[in-house]
C-alpha cells in the first residue's frame, strides 16, 4: 500500500519538500495527487506540497511516458530521436522497416536501463518486444512481496497489464547526462557528464567526466521552463559521433546518482534547491574534487576492483558514514553483483590488510 504509507509519512513529517530517489518513487507521487485532488479540500495541502517539490501536476503524465516526452520536446525546438509506441507486432514491423537496424526498444515505468533492449535483428526485435510489453511474472512478484515486503509488482502481474513499449532511433556516439535544481520552471543549478563507463550496455553509468555542452543546458531549460518543473530532475542524451549534437533521449523526474556532487558555483544542487525553497541566497559547500572524472560507489568497485577509475579519478565514496558503505555493498551483492566482498563485510580488518586501497578514500 505505497500510497498510504507515502500520506501516512507526509502528515507524521510535514516536509517542505518531497525528493523522490527513484521512478516508482515519483510514480506513486503523481498517484498519491491524482487521489487527493479527488477529495477537494481535505487533500488540497498534499496536492499542493507535491506540486511544490515536483512541479506542474499536467506535466506529471509527460514525465512518465517516453513517447509524450519526446512530443513535448519537439515542440520546444529539442533535437530528439525518432521516437515511437509500438502497440503490437504489426507496429513493431513497421517501426523496423522506418528505423532499420540498430534500433532501440524502451519500457515505460523502467529505470535504470534495465527496460532498454538495442537490436539488431528482426529475430532480436520481436523477442525483446515481447519481453518488455510482459507483465512481471507472478513468481518474482510472489518472491517481491513475500520476501521483500514489496508488492509493487502484485496487481500487474495479477491482473496481466502489459507495459507500453516505444521504438526509439538509434544515434551512434557518446551518452551524456545532467541533472538540474529547478524551481516553478526556472533552472537554477546543473550538473552535466560525459558517461565513461557503464556497468551494461542499458546498464547505469558507473565513471563519469564532467563537461558543458550548449545543447544539453538549451534541452534543460526549455523543458523545465514548458513543464513548469520544480525540484531535482536528470535528462539522458546522446551525443552524436560526427557532430557532438545533444540528443535528448528521456528525462528522469527525480534525484540521480549524481545530485549530491557539490563541484562549485553554479554546480552545487542541494544548495541551489534550499536557496529557492528558504528565501535565503545560495551558499555552496566547498567543492568536493578538483577531478572532472567521478567514478560512483559501489559499482564500479564491485564490477571491476582492479580499474583504474578508482585511483585516477575521484571514487565516490562516503567514508565519513561506514554504515551505509556496508550497506551499499550488501544491497548490490544481494542484487547479484559479485561475491568477492563478502570476506570484507565479515572480517573488515583481514580484507584492510590484504586490498588497503579499497578501504581508503584515493589520495
Excluded at 265 to 280: K, N, Q
Excluded at 305 to 317: A, E, I, N
Aim: proline share 8%; charged share 20%.
Amino acid at each position: 500500500m505505497p500510497l498510504a504509507s507515502l500520506a501516512n509519512a507526509i502528515s507524521a513529517s510535514k516536509p517542505d519538500l518531497i525528493v523522490p530517489g527513484d521512478d516508482l518513487a515519483a510514480h506513486h507521487l503523481h498517484n498519491l495527487y491524482e487521489r487527493k485532488n479527488l477529495k477537494g479540500n481535505d487533500g488540497a495541502s498534499v496536492c499542493a506540497l507535491i506540486s511544490r517539490s515536483l512541479g506542474a501536476p499536467e506535466g506529471f503524465p509527460v514525465v512518465c511516458a517516453r513517447a509524450s516526452l519526446i512530443e513535448s520536446a519537439l515542440q520546444e525546438g529539442i533535437r530528439v530521436p525518432d521516437t515511437q509506441a509500438i502497440r503490437n507486432a504489426k507496429d513493431l514491423s513497421r517501426w523496423l522497416t522506418r528505423s532499420g537496424f540498430p534500433t532501440v526498444l524502451k519500457a515505460d515505468g523502467s529505470t535504470g536501463g534495465f527496460g532498454v533492449r538495442i537490436v539488431n535483428t528482426v529475430e532480436e526485435a520481436e523477442y525483446a518486444f515481447r519481453l518488455l510489453q510482459s507483465p512481471p511474472p507472478l513468481a518474482r512478484a510472489v518472491k517481491r512481496a513475500l520476501m521483500d515486503s514489496d508488492k509493487t509488482l502484485l496487481w500487474p502481474s495479477l491482473l496481466r497489464r502489459k507495459n507500453v513499449v516505444n521504438g526509439q532511433m538509434f544515434i551512434q556516439g557518446k551518452e551524456a547526462t545532467s541533472m538540474v535544481a529547478c524551481w516553478e520552471g526556472k533552472v537554477l543549478a546543473s550538473l552535466q557528464f560525459e558517461v565513461l563507463k557503464k556497468r551494461g550496455p542499458s546498464a547505469p553509468a558507473t565513471v563519469l567526466r564532467l563537461m558543458e555542452n550548449a545543447g544539453m543546458s538549451h534541452a534543460a531549460e526549455r523543458l523545465v521552463d514548458s513543464l513548469k518543473l520544480s525540484g531535482l530532475h536528470g535528462f539522458d542524451f546522446m551525443l552524436e559521433a560526427h557532430t557532438q549534437k545533444a540528443y535528448l533521449i528521456e528525462i528522469n523526474p527525480r534525484a540521480t546518482q549524481v545530485g549530491h556532487l557539490t563541484l562549485g558555483p553554479g554546480r552545487d544542487l542541494p544548495a541551489a534547491l534550499y536557496a529557492a525553497i528558504s528565501g535565503e541566497p545560495v551558499r555552496p559547500a566547498p567543492k568536493l574534487t578538483e577531478h572532472d572524472t567521478i567514478t560512483l560507489f559501489p559499482y564500479e568497485w564491485i564490477t571491476d576492483p582492479t580499474s583504474p577509475y578508482l585511483r585516477s579519478s575521484y571514487h565516490d565514496v562516503p567514508w565519513e558514514e561506514p554504515a551505509l558503505v556496508r550497506a551499499c555493498i550488501r544491497s548490490s551483492l544481494k542484487k547479484g553483483f559479485g561475491h568477492f566482498q563478502r570476506n570484507w563485510l565479515n572480517e573488515p580488518s583481514k580484507a584492510s590488510a590484504s586490498r588497503p586501497e579499497l578501504l581508503r578514500p584515493p589520495l
